[in-house]
């Protein structure tokens, strides 16, 4: 089963507009991370929170993590027709066990 | 160049035949990871190792086979134990377990005939 749960599955948007996807997860983490994947290709790490950040900001990307709820959130502000990517939340435990989420299909359109 | 490798890109196998998927690293990092992923769904994790001659089953080792002779390789075997092995296969490395990003190589997608 997978930890990570992303939601939406998909999120159409145009130019300029803001995109936020949500990730729920199961057990206790260490670390959630957030990356990016563009058809067919390998995974791109975007960023890291631990445990204990509640926030964390890089370039145009905002992720928030709330342990009590086991979710976070990742805004893309100012989107782009490049941001078109799957967008994947993973989990790791203190064991070094990482686990994906099934990810969220952005698509942005000129 | 540092970065993570894998090779071949595409493979075709036919069915019963074991293959072996190469994963090369010259990232100096300790700990690497397989993982399948199927058509629009996340990664599953196969096996991953948090150092050379160590690693650990994931969530879907069935049938898959690791070695980690050197720290920067990490080969996987898909066998023919394996139902369905058809999927696209991912690799990836990182400093150490846990803490640290990980870094991916650009998969090899295999299809057995």
């Known amino acids: 089963s997978q930890q990570g749960e992303e939601d939406p599955q998909a999120l159409s948007i145009q130019e300029g507009e803001n995109a936020t996807m949500n990730c729920s997860y199961k057990?206790?983490?260490?670390?959630l991370q957030w990356y990016r994947q563009n058809s067919g290709r390998g995974l791109v790490h975007l960023i890291l929170?631990?445990?204990?950040?509640r926030e964390k900001h890089s370039g145009r990307l905002r992720v928030t993590l709330d342990t009590s709820k086991k979710s976070s959130s990742l805004l893309i502000t100012a989107s782009r027709a490049a941001d078109t990517a799957s967008y994947f939340c993973a989990t790791a435990d203190s064991w070094g066990k990482f686990q994906f989420g099934a990810g969220t299909q952005v698509v942005v359109t000129p | 160049d540092g970065g993570i490798t894998q090779s071949p890109k595409y493979l075709f196998r036919k069915e019963g035949q074991n293959v072996t998927l190469s994963c090369e690293q010259n990232l100096n990092h300790d700990a690497m990871y397989w993982y399948r992923q199927d058509p629009g769904q996340g990664l599953r994790l196969i096996y991953y190792?948090?150092?050379?001659?160590?690693?650990q089953k994931g969530d879907i080792a069935e049938g898959y086979s690791v070695s980690r002779e050197k720290k920067e390789s990490f080969p996987l075997t898909v066998t023919s134990a394996q139902k369905n092995p058809t999927a696209f296969y991912l690799c990836a490395s990182s400093i150490r377990l846990v803490y640290n990003e990980q870094f991916f190589g650009p998969g090899t997608r295999l299809t057995v005939l």
């Open positions: 929170i631990r445990s204990n950040e």
């Open positions: 057990t206790s983490i260490n670390n």
């Open positions: 190792s948090q150092i050379v001659n160590d690693f």
